[in-house]
């Protein structure tokens, strides 16, 4: 019987996944600035964690005055072949719920230029920021504070999908990825990155998303079968954060 890297941590409802999740961006975000002096973040897209960017800048909510924002660096795990006005764009998203709405400085946000007609131009200019910021070699990975992924229908996490190339990639850390069943180009980290992490945060809410996570959990199904599954930092914290609608199926342990 296999075990699940990581642990899940399960809250009521989706209110309370964003604020279990803002309370571990805010402890991770001080933690990071009092140890170095500043904390740097990839962010995910889609709908569970722009409730976390809303109430993280909600003048109403405790994070936003509790946060350094000065001292907050935002990246991206993956972004669509888009340009940032796109209403499909990861930027876009985080920019209308978050930067816009916190005092974080405009050289600290550090973006996809998916807008470029080539993904592998947009990847490359990445990489090089990535390694800019990280002060990398070329054969060195980034380490984040924290990376938020969530989980699609398939199993996919960034812009990690089944079957594509970009799951084969050890030696870059970004890379322009093919997906048929979308019939586009993303631009997305790579494993190696994600293995770097000092932590990796899912965000798993809805019953739309149970069958896929009981498939992670499952104690007799292969380690190895999902994308979302060879997610595994080498010598950080995995942490599997789900509302009970997304964890209904989870087996007992």
């Known amino acids: 019987?296999?075990?699940?890297?990581?642990?899940?941590?399960?809250?009521?409802?989706?209110?309370?996944?964003?604020?279990?999740?803002?309370?571990?961006?805010?402890?991770?975000?001080?933690?990071?600035?009092?140890?170095?002096?500043?904390?740097?973040?990839?962010?995910?897209?889609?709908?569970?964690?722009?409730?976390?960017?809303?109430?993280?800048?909600?003048?109403?909510?405790?994070?936003?005055?509790?946060?350094?924002?000065?001292?907050?660096?935002?990246?991206?795990?993956?972004?669509?072949?888009?340009?940032?006005?796109?209403?499909?764009?990861?930027?876009?998203?985080?920019?209308?719920?978050?930067?816009?709405?916190?005092?974080?400085?405009?050289?600290?946000?550090?973006?996809?230029?998916?807008?470029?007609?080539?993904?592998?131009?947009?990847?490359?200019?990445?990489?090089?920021?990535?390694a800019r910021f990280f002060a990398l070699g070329s054969a060195e990975f980034a380490r984040f504070d924290l990376m938020l992924l969530g989980i699609g229908p398939e199993g996919h996490t960034a812009s990690l999908f089944p079957g594509t190339t970009a799951l084969q990639v050890r030696d870059k850390r970004v890379v322009e990825n093919w997906v048929p069943k979308l019939n586009a180009f993303r631009i997305t980290l790579t494993l190696p990155v994600f293995a770097r992490a000092a932590a990796v945060l899912f965000l798993i809410s809805g019953e739309d998303k149970a069958a896929i996570l009981r498939m992670v959990f499952d104690p007799n199904g292969p380690a190895d079968a999902l994308p979302c599954q060879l997610i595994r930092p080498e010598s950080g914290d995995l942490i599997w954060l789900a509302d009970r609608a997304a964890a209904a199926s989870l087996p007992p342990y």
């Open 1 to 130: 019987m296999r075990e699940t890297p990581g642990r899940a941590v399960v809250v009521a409802d989706a209110g309370a996944l964003a604020r279990e999740a803002a309370r571990e961006f805010e402890r991770r975000a001080k933690e990071a600035v009092a140890a170095r002096g500043w904390f740097a973040v990839a962010l995910s897209g889609g709908s569970t964690p722009r409730r976390l960017y809303a109430l993280l800048a909600d003048p109403a909510a405790p994070f936003r005055a509790a946060i350094p924002w000065d001292r907050v660096h935002l990246f991206w795990g993956d972004e669509r072949h888009v340009p940032p006005e796109d209403p499909r764009s990861n930027y876009r998203m985080v920019r209308e719920e978050l930067i816009s709405r916190v005092p974080i400085p405009a050289g600290n946000v550090h973006r996809i230029e998916a807008e470029l007609p080539e993904a592998s131009e947009a990847a490359a200019r990445y990489d090089a920021e990535l």
